[in-house]
């Protein structure tokens, strides 16, 4: 891991390295192999654009039942703080009507964009939704919703790397970074 990384105006120190979030996503896949052994549905994995897509990538590789990927863009963060409304960028790239999804976010923070990705799930008639993140607020968290597979708690910091961005800069880091002093 590098000494420091500047992105933008800030600096950020190391904090995850991937080593140790490969074993958590090798450990959430485990959970989810066994849970979906002999499932009859396909359950659809969709990717919440664009955190998770570098999380989505390595979970499906680990995953031995049949699934399918789907993805949706979403966007509530302006620099390092969230902007508390969260907006459809891109909606849902295929039909999720009587489906099972399985929600991969990279990170939960507030939640808001977990309630709104459920709103927007009941609405087009998927049958059930389970929300898989690598990562989590949950100082922050305070939502209803069970949070089904979570890879790992983190304090409340503003964080980068893994597909985690700074204003769009800092996505292709494989390890994990936090905001420096
Ligand atoms: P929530 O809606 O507040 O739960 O925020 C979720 C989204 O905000 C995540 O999918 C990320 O895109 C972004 N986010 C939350 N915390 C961080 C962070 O520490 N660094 C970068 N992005 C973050």
Do not use: W
Request: proline letters at 3%; aromatic letters at 8%; charged letters at 30%.
């Amino acid at each position: 891991m590098k000494e420091k990384i500047v992105l933008h105006d800030k600096t950020f120190v190391p904090f995850i390295s991937n080593e140790e979030i490969e074993k958590a996503i090798d450990e959430l896949a485990a959970r989810m192999n066994a849970e979906f052994k002999g499932c009859e549905d396909v359950p659809v994995l969709l990717c919440v654009l664009n955190g998770a897509i570098l999380f989505t990538a390595e979970l499906m590789k680990r995953l031995d039942f049949p699934v399918e990927l789907m993805s949706m863009k979403l966007s509530s963060y302006t620099g390092t703080h969230t902007s508390g409304e969260v907006k459809t960028v891109m909606g849902l790239t295929g039909n999720v009507k009587d489906r099972m999804v399985i929600i991969v976010e990279d990170i939960v923070d507030t939640g808001n964009t977990i309630v709104k990705i459920k709103e927007i799930l009941k609405d087009a008639g998927a049958k059930d939704s389970k929300v898989c993140t690598l990562l989590l607020k949950p100082e922050v968290y305070k939502q209803e919703y069970r949070l089904d597979y979570v890879g790992k708690s983190i304090p409340n910091a503003f964080i980068v790397g893994f597909g985690l961005d700074y204003d769009e800069l800092g996505r292709n880091l494989p390890d994990i970074y936090v905001l420096g002093q």
